[in-house]
């Protein structure tokens, strides 16, 4: 029987270590991972390794901080991919199980996360759908205080890690997984909308609905690639991967002007 080779180049926990070091990855920072395991070639361990070695890099000072999305605790009514009828809406609302941040498990963002969510010692924070977990002696203070109607701005890590001066590592290909830009959102004119979801509350388990500001991903390929040509963005590799490394803060105060110009010309 004939197999197919793997893609390569063959990763390990120490050859990812110091492609990290080459790329700029330094010792008691905290830094942000936006990651594909995929992207990296074939990785001897798997995300575990990939961890391992974000880990060895940061050192017993740094702080891993990951997004931990788990965005199918939703209202059903918005789901596209794919929808469900409208006659099974109620009982989705009725039995959806209530956020628990030890044992929902991540929708969207990868293995290296859900990784990461599970690691010993990692904290995750309250948001149903916005949450984020993070490894390391700043993590409790940076997922602390995730407000139920606030996604990705002022009362959520996003901006507890602009605070501590945190870097952004894209082990991904494209920026629209770049979640600091939520954070801009915010801080521009953006519409409010109603968010629901299950969590649990002292009366037991409840469906939610609050207010919070709308937020949307079109157009982050194109700030990306804008932020990278004006700012500072270290470039290199990490296995396969054309890793990004650049200030949390940088790319919020960018995209803040940036989106407000761009939003504001559409809306004309």
């Known amino acids: 029987m004939s197999m197919t080779s793997p893609a390569g180049p063959m990763c390990t926990r120490g050859s990812l270590a110091a492609d990290l070091r080459e790329v700029g990855l330094r010792s008691g920072e905290t830094v942000l991972?936006?990651?594909?395991?995929?992207?990296?070639?074939?990785?001897?361990?798997?995300?575990?390794a990939v961890v391992q070695a974000l880990l060895d890099v940061l050192g017993d000072d740094g702080t891993l901080v990951v997004p931990t999305q788990s965005g199918d605790n939703s209202d059903p009514a918005g789901w596209v991919n794919?929808?469900?009828?409208?006659?099974?809406?109620?009982?989705?609302?009725?039995?959806?199980p209530a956020y628990d941040a030890r044992t929902t498990p991540t929708r969207g963002v990868?293995?290296?996360?859900e990784t990461v969510r599970n690691w010993p010692g990692a904290v995750r924070?309250?948001?149903?759908?916005?949450?984020?977990?993070?490894?390391?002696?700043?993590?409790a203070a940076i997922v602390d205080g995730h407000a139920l109607d606030c996604?990705?701005?002022?009362?959520?890590?996003?901006?507890?890690l602009e605070e501590a001066g945190a870097r952004i590592l894209m082990l991904v290909a494209g920026y629209e997984a770049c979640t600091a830009f939520h954070l801009a959102e915010y801080r521009i004119a953006a519409p409010q909308v109603d968010n629901s979801f299950a969590v649990m509350t002292p009366q037991g388990r409840r469906w939610v609905t609050v207010p919070d500001t709308a937020i949307t991903d079109s157009g982050f390929d194109e700030l990306g690639s804008s932020f990278e040509e004006e700012c500072p963005v270290v470039r290199g590799n990490v296995g396969?991967?054309?890793?990004?490394?650049?200030?949390?803060?940088?790319?919020?105060?960018?995209?803040?002007?940036w989106l407000a110009e761009r939003r504001a010309r559409v809306a004309r």
């Open 33 to 48: 991972v936006h990651s594909s395991l995929s992207s990296l070639g074939w990785v001897c361990g798997g995300p575990i």
């Open 82 to 96: 794919p929808p469900v009828p409208e006659a099974w809406w109620a009982d989705i609302r009725a039995s959806m």
């Open 110 to 113: 990868g293995v290296i996360p």
């Open 125 to 139: 924070s309250a948001h149903p759908q916005t949450s984020f977990a993070a490894v390391g002696p700043r993590a």
């Open 151 to 160: 996604r990705l701005g002022e009362r959520s890590p996003l901006a507890r």
């Open 240 to 257: 396969a991967a054309e890793a990004r490394l650049f200030s949390l803060t940088d790319a919020v105060a960018y995209a803040e002007t």
